[in-house]
């Protein structure tokens, strides 16, 4: 979708010649294809494991979208890699700036943020870690909290 901004990513990996695995189909592809270059590969719809693999295998998962909350930042941290997204959206609530990623606006930020990305000092685990504050178990207990303080609290009608 042309929302995700995947030219932008397309374009930051070929100012630095890094190479740049795109997951997914859409509407978009045929203009993506047309501005790939050598450095673009395109892997269409992957099934869960694979996709565990690649974020695994990667440097970063980059995100030049605006997302309202989007899982990937989270699916990335969870298998030990760091994100480059765009600052605005979701992603302003799970990468922490210059900790488990990098927040930036544009493309010569998404290119200057992917050249340093092996220069993040965190381990897998630590970003590991910080994928679970966006965990099942403490999203339950945090909703539970929420539901027995508002019924702790008396009616106004």
């Given amino acids: 979708m042309p929302y995700k901004r995947i030219d932008t990513a397309i374009r930051a990996a070929a100012k630095l010649g890094v190479p740049l695995k795109i997951v997914g189909t859409g509407p978009d592809e045929d203009r993506l294809r047309a501005i790939q270059g050598h450095h673009v590969e395109f892997l269409g719809h992957v099934d869960d494991a694979t996709l565990r693999e690649l974020y695994r295998g990667a440097r970063a998962l980059v995100l030049p979208g605006e997302e309202d909350f989007g899982i990937a930042p989270v699916e990335s941290m969870a298998c030990g890699r760091p994100v480059v997204a765009l600052a605005r959206g979701g992603a302003c609530e799970t990468v922490e700036h210059g900790v488990s990623g990098w927040l930036v606006e544009d493309e010569d930020g998404f290119a200057g943020a992917m050249a340093q990305v092996d220069d993040l000092p965190l381990s897998p685990a630590q970003l590991q870690e910080r994928a679970s504050v966006f965990g099942v178990d403490r ?11 508002t019924l702790e609290r008396p009616h106004v009608w």
Wanted: charged residues 10%; proline residues 0%; aromatic residues 10%.
């Fill in 139 to 149: 999203f339950e207990a945090a909703m539970a909290a929420v539901v027995s303080a």
